[in-house]
C-alpha cells in the first residue's frame, strides 16, 4: 500500500499469473542489471533478506515509522539479515523513510520498475519502452491533465507532465514533497519520449481510474507493459502505474535475492494488500498485516498485528525467534 491504511487494490488474476511466469522466462532488451556484490552466501538461513512494503506496513495508518518497527528491522540488520523496502513509491519519495532508518537498505521502488541502493545508484531498472508508451499516451488523450511520464534521471526531469493541476487536493502534497524533480513537459508528453521511461503514471478519481485499467488491458500491445492500480475509495482518488512488460514488486524481488546469491526459501515478506501478492507469493515465509484486506488474509499467509499495533515488529520478532 502507498499511503494509509484505506486503500484497495485491483489486480486481474490473469495477467499477474502473465506477468509472474514471463518474469522467470524472458529477459527483456530493456532491462538493465547491476550486481555490487560479489560474496554469495552459502551457509543456508532461515531468514537471509526482509522485503518490507512501506505504507500500511512499515508505516502506521498516520504514515509515521513506530519505533517498535524502526528498532526490529535494526535488531534484524545487527542479526545479518538484509533488508529491502519494495514500495509502489518512486526512489525520492521514499527518502524521508530511508532517513529514519540508520540501516543498510536496498530499495525497488515504483512498484519494481527500479533497484537502488540508498545513496540513489540504480542497481536494477526495467524500463517501459518508449513506443509503447507512446501509444499508451495516444489511446488516452482525454486524460492528458492527469498523467506524467517518469524517468530514472539525475535531475529535475525525473517526473514531467504536461497538464497536471497539482493545486488537486489530493495531488498537491505529492508535489510539495517531489517538485524539485517535478518538470513540466514544453510541448506534448510524447515529444519528451527522446529515452525510455520507467512509468507511465495516471491519476483521477476511482471511476475514470478504473475505466482506464479496463482501457489499457485492452489494448493490443497489452503484453508489452504491466498495470497496477491503487484506489483510495473513501477520498475517491485512484493512481494506475504502466509499467514495462512483466515488472512486478515480485518479479523484480525475485531478480534481487537472484542476483544476491540467495534462495526465495530464505526471503521472508510482509505486505498489506494485492500489489504485494507476487513478492508474498515468492518468499518462502509470507506474511500480511492484520489491517490487510480479507482477500489478501484469506490467501493462507501468516497474519500479524495490524500496523498501528506494531505488526511489523512482532512478525520479525517472530521470525528471529525461529532463527
Same mark, same amino acid.
Given at each position: 500500500?502507498?499511503?494509509?491504511?484505506?486503500?484497495?487494490?485491483?489486480?486481474?488474476?490473469?495477467?499477474?499469473?502473465?506477468?509472474?511466469?514471463?518474469?522467470?522466462?524472458?529477459?527483456?532488451?530493456?532491462?538493465?542489471?547491476?550486481?555490487?556484490?560479489?560474496?554469495?552466501?552459502?551457509?543456508?538461513?532461515?531468514?537471509?533478506?526482509?522485503?518490507?512494503?512501506?505504507? &500500511?506496513?512499515?508505516?502506521? $495508518? +498516520?504514515?509515521?515509522?513506530?519505533?517498535?518497527? =524502526?528498532?526490529?528491522?535494526?535488531? #534484524? %540488520?545487527? /542479526?545479518?539479515?538484509?533488508?529491502?523496502?519494495?514500495?509502489?513509491?518512486?526512489?525520492?519519495?521514499?527518502?524521508?523513510?530511508?532517513?529514519?532508518?540508520?540501516?543498510?537498505?536496498?530499495?525497488?521502488?515504483?512498484? &519494481?520498475?527500479?533497484?537502488? $541502493? +540508498?545513496?540513489?545508484?540504480?542497481?536494477?531498472? =526495467?524500463?517501459?519502452?518508449?513506443? #509503447? %508508451?507512446? /501509444?499508451?499516451?495516444?489511446?488516452?488523450?482525454?486524460?492528458?491533465?492527469?498523467?506524467?511520464?517518469?524517468?530514472?534521471?539525475?535531475?529535475?526531469?525525473?517526473?514531467?507532465?504536461?497538464?497536471?493541476?497539482?493545486?488537486?487536493?489530493?495531488?498537491?502534497?505529492?508535489?510539495?514533497?517531489?517538485?524539485?524533480?517535478?518538470?513540466?513537459?514544453?510541448?506534448?508528453?510524447?515529444?519528451?519520449?527522446?529515452?525510455?521511461?520507467?512509468?507511465?503514471?495516471?491519476?483521477?478519481?476511482?471511476?475514470?481510474?478504473?475505466?482506464?485499467?479496463?482501457?489499457?488491458?485492452?489494448?493490443?500491445?497489452?503484453?508489452?507493459?504491466?498495470?497496477?492500480?491503487?484506489?483510495?475509495?473513501?477520498?475517491?482518488?485512484?493512481?494506475?502505474?504502466?509499467?514495462?512488460?512483466?515488472?512486478?514488486?515480485?518479479?523484480?524481488?525475485?531478480?534481487?535475492?537472484?542476483?544476491?546469491?540467495?534462495?526465495?526459501?530464505?526471503?521472508?515478506?510482509?505486505?498489506?494488500?494485492?500489489?504485494?501478492?507476487?513478492?508474498?507469493?515468492?518468499?518462502?515465509?509470507?506474511?500480511?498485516?492484520?489491517?490487510?484486506?480479507?482477500?489478501?488474509?484469506?490467501?493462507?499467509?501468516?497474519?500479524?498485528?495490524?500496523?498501528?499495533?506494531?505488526?511489523?515488529?512482532?512478525?520479525?520478532?517472530?521470525?528471529?525467534?525461529?532463527?
Amino acid at each position: 500500500m502507498r499511503i494509509g491504511s484505506t486503500k484497495r487494490e485491483h489486480v486481474n488474476a490473469s495477467q499477474a499469473h502473465h506477468d509472474h511466469e514471463s518474469a522467470k522466462t524472458r529477459k527483456h532488451e530493456t532491462e538493465e542489471v547491476r550486481n555490487p556484490h560479489s560474496a554469495i552466501r552459502t551457509t543456508p538461513l532461515t531468514i537471509c533478506l526482509l522485503a518490507i512494503d512501506i505504507d &500500511g506496513t512499515l508505516l502506521d $495508518s +498516520r504514515g509515521r515509522l513506530p519505533d517498535a518497527h =524502526r528498532d526490529a528491522l535494526g535488531h #534484524a %540488520a545487527a /542479526r545479518g539479515i538484509e533488508v529491502a523496502l519494495v514500495t509502489g513509491r518512486s526512489f525520492h519519495f521514499t527518502l524521508p523513510i530511508v532517513d529514519l532508518l540508520p540501516l543498510p537498505l536496498t530499495l525497488i521502488c515504483n512498484n &519494481g520498475a527500479v533497484v537502488k $541502493s +540508498r545513496d540513489g545508484e540504480t542497481l536494477m531498472r =526495467r524500463l517501459l519502452a518508449r513506443d #509503447a %508508451a507512446r /501509444r499508451i499516451l495516444a489511446d488516452t488523450r482525454h486524460l492528458e491533465d492527469s498523467v506524467a511520464l517518469v524517468f530514472d534521471r539525475p535531475d529535475e526531469r525525473q517526473i514531467v507532465f504536461e497538464r497536471m493541476d497539482w493545486s488537486h487536493p489530493h495531488r498537491r502534497g505529492y508535489y510539495e514533497k517531489n517538485k524539485a524533480y517535478i518538470a513540466a513537459a514544453e510541448s506534448s508528453l510524447a515529444d519528451v519520449l527522446s529515452d525510455d521511461p520507467i512509468q507511465v503514471m495516471f491519476n483521477g478519481s476511482v471511476a475514470p481510474m478504473r475505466a482506464l485499467t479496463s482501457l489499457l488491458r485492452a489494448m493490443p500491445i497489452a503484453d508489452q507493459f504491466s498495470v497496477a492500480i491503487t484506489e483510495y475509495e473513501k477520498r475517491d482518488f485512484a493512481l494506475v502505474d504502466v509499467n514495462g512488460a512483466a515488472c512486478s514488486k515480485g518479479s523484480t524481488l525475485a531478480r534481487w535475492v537472484a542476483a544476491r546469491g540467495f534462495d526465495a526459501a530464505c526471503v521472508m515478506a510482509i505486505g498489506d494488500n494485492l500489489n504485494d501478492l507476487e513478492m508474498l507469493d515468492f518468499a518462502g515465509t509470507a506474511v500480511v498485516m492484520g489491517n490487510a484486506s480479507d482477500q489478501l488474509k484469506s490467501r493462507g499467509y501468516r497474519v500479524t498485528g495490524t500496523n498501528d499495533e506494531n505488526g511489523l515488529a512482532t512478525a520479525i520478532a517472530a521470525a528471529l525467534r525461529e532463527r
